[in-house]
C-alpha cells in the first residue's frame, strides 16, 4: 500500500494534535499531499481552549517547554507569529521557561497548519481497500478520499482500534497506558489567592490549580482557574455527569484551600480528558507498517509531554516524506 508507482504521494492524517500537524507538515514540505482529518471544531488536540463569552480557559495542556533545538524553533515560530508567549505564574519558581498560545492554548499550533488542508468535524470511522489505495469512511460511511498512506495521530487505544484489522503491528500500542483527567473551568467575580497563580500538589485529588487570568492575553477579569484533577481521584468520576465532577473538584479544592467556603463562582463546568497523561510509553517515536502503508503517532510514543508529541509526528513525517 506504500508505493505511489511514481506519483506524488497522496496521505490522510487524522487528528489534528500537534503530532498530526508536525507530521503533515514534514510530508507537505517535502512534496507531498496531504489532507488531516480532525473530529472536533478545531485543531490542537489536548492543546485546547474553551470560550464562553468573555470568559477562556485552557483546560487541556496548560503550557509548554522546549528542550530541543527543532522544537524551540517551533516555539520561536509561534512566537514571531503572535501565537506564543511566555508564562510566569506567581507563587512558584520556575527552572524552564513556560511558553502558552495566544490568546489560547489552540493558537500554538497555528504556524503548523499554515498551508495545510484541514478538514474540521470530520470523524474518520473506519479504514478500507479499495483499487490499492486506503479508503477513509465517516461515521455514516461516506468515502471521505483514497489515499497511498494513513497515519492515526490519536490516543494509543483508538489508534489500535482503526489499524489492528489491517495490521497486527498495532498491537503493541496495547502496552501504553494513559491515564484519565478531570478539569473544572471556575470563574468568580472576585479574586481568590491574590500574589499566588498556580498551586500544584502532585498527590492531592487537585494535583493543578491555575489561573488562567494570569496568562498573556487572557482576560483579566472575571478570575478565572483550571483546576486539574489527580488521575486516581479522575478514574473514580469517568461515570459521574459533568455537573457533579464540577462541583465535587471545586469543593476537592475549597478543602485543600483549608476554607469553609468559596465565593460562588460566575461559571463552573467541566471536561473529561480520558486519555490525558502518559504513564507507560511505547519508547519508540512512532508505529510504521510501511509494508501496508499504515502508521501512528502520538506523545504515547514517547512520554507526557507537549514536546514529545511533537517530536514523534516530526519523526514518523521525516520517515514517510522519503515517499512524498
Known sequence: MNSNSGRQLRLAV??????GLA???EVQQAGGSVVVFEKSRGSGGRLATRYRGDLRFDHGAQYVTARSPGFREVIETAQAAQAAAVWQPRGIELTETWYVGRPGMTDLVTPLAEGVSLHLES???SIRTRDGLWCLQDT?????????QVVAAMPARQARELLLPHSRLFDAAADCTLAPCMTAMVAFDQAILPGQDLLREREAPVSWAARNSSKPDRP??????VLQAHPQWSAGFLEASPEA???ALLTEWQNQLGRSSLPRPCHLESHSWLYARVDTPLAAPFLLDADKGLAACGDWCLGARVEAAWDSGRQLGHMLAAFA
Open 23 to 25: 507530521c503533515a507538515r
Open 140 to 148: 455514516e460511511n461516506r468515502e471521505l478520499g483514497r489515499f497511498h
Open 14 to 19: 487524522i487528528g489534528a494534535g500537534i503530532a
Open 245 to 247: 465532577r464540577g462541583e
Open 220 to 225: 483579566e477579569a472575571p478570575d478565572s482557574w
Open 123 to 125: 470523524q474518520v470511522q
